[in-house]
């Protein structure tokens, strides 16, 4: 794979994860922007995606406010409890272990894990939520 193929790659993977965690693209771009400001020539695929999270978590977006590009099921995400959200996005979304997603949000381990649970369990009618309100905005 050349470098090119990689950054690109790369930004891509951050992008997405950083639109997910703030719900809007204006959110997502500024966080790989500042990401890329702050890693400045210490630039690594873990490293741009590690620093893009914890920007977009910086930005602590308003809960609910979600892109239209996402799926309904994305679009769901930012209906949790912000901590919540959080934890789904880069535990399971993004992929990050346990203790990276303590370093991003600065919380025990524990926290990360009882959070996660919780959104597992709340993420079902957040999703039938997003269906319905889709559905009544259709008619």
């Given at each position: ?16 994860a ?96 009882q959070a ?24």
């Open positions: 794979m050349t470098l090119e193929v990689e950054i690109g790659k790369t930004l891509n993977e951050s992008f997405r950083a639109l997910v965690l703030t719900g809007s693209i204006e959110g997502a771009e500024r966080a790989v922007t500042n990401a890329i400001a702050a890693l400045g020539s210490g630039l690594s695929a873990h490293a741009l995606l590690v620093e893009t999270a914890r920007s977009a978590f910086q930005q602590r977006p308003c809960s609910g406010a979600s892109s239209s590009i996402l799926p309904v099921e994305l679009q769901a995400v930012a209906n949790l409890f912000p901590t919540h959200r959080y934890c789904f996005a880069l535990r399971v979304l993004v992929g990050f272990d346990l203790k990276t997603c303590s370093e991003i949000l600065t919380l025990p381990r524990y926290e990360v894990e996660l649970c919780q959104s597992l369990l709340d993420l079902p009618r957040a999703v039938e939520y997003m269906r319905c309100a889709g559905k009544s905005d259709a008619l």
